[in-house]
């Protein structure tokens, strides 16, 4: 396998990184940073290439286990792309970004409204209604047994958020809400007076638009 350091000195991603900086290089150059070497019988530059590709026809796709997929990949270095896009993510998302009405919401989480299957989100939010963090907290059907009010809270707890937004999206493309989405929003709502952290909103997110409890008189 092919290192960094045995590239020719015209095809090192770092020294062309050091000349130019950061924005001059590639997709595929980045990410050759980022593993520093390649894999068995496969050379930095090859790998590189092919995770691009990857991410290129699937990004909101990617897990661990399309990673893997790659031939030589092993679970370290797709745990580092994983974890450097994770923590890109999060420093995107703590831009001065602000929630003032569902639709903010529904703008922000829009690429959930088509999926497949359930997804249940935070949104943390600093005093001013700025975006702290946005996190999916678990993915399939919606029961109170698997929307427990400690998955939700810890992180606001950790994010020392002043409110919390909640949304799940409906891949039936309803917009009504269910008997288990009217309960759980009302059990968050209990548990939030208790940790201090405001419950803001809870919207449904679909093809069709979304439903905001607070807009509703819901909470």
Do not use: W
Request: glycine share 6%.
């Amino acid at each position: 396998m092919t290192a960094l350091r045995d590239l020719h000195k015209d095809d090192k991603p770092r020294e062309k990184l050091v000349k130019k900086g950061a924005q001059a290089l590639k997709n595929d150059e980045l990410l050759a940073i980022l593993l520093g070497s390649g894999v068995q019988g496969k050379d930095v530059r090859k790998l590189s290439k092919e995770i691009v590709a990857l991410m290129d026809t699937g990004f909101d796709e990617l897990n661990l286990q399309t990673l893997c997929e790659i031939h030589g990949l092993g679970l370290a270095k797709a745990s580092q792309i994983l974890a450097s896009i994770e923590l890109s993510k999060r420093y995107l998302i703590r831009s001065n970004k602000r929630i003032t009405s569902a639709q903010d919401v529904y703008d922000e989480l829009k690429s959930f409204s088509t999926k497949s299957q359930e997804h249940f989100l935070s949104i943390t939010l600093d005093g001013a209604s700025h975006i702290i963090n946005i996190r999916t907290v678990f993915i399939g059907t919606l029961n109170q047994s698997l929307v427990h009010p400690r998955e939700v809270f810890s992180d606001a707890i950790a994010d020392r958020a002043a409110g919390i937004i909640i949304a799940h999206n409906h891949p039936s493309g309803t917009l009504e809400a269910s008997r288990a989405d009217i309960s759980i929003t009302q059990r968050l709502k209990e548990v939030s007076k208790l940790v201090g952290i405001e419950l803001l909103d809870h919207v449904i997110l679909s093809k069709h638009g979304f439903y905001s409890f607070s807009d509703e008189g819901l909470l």
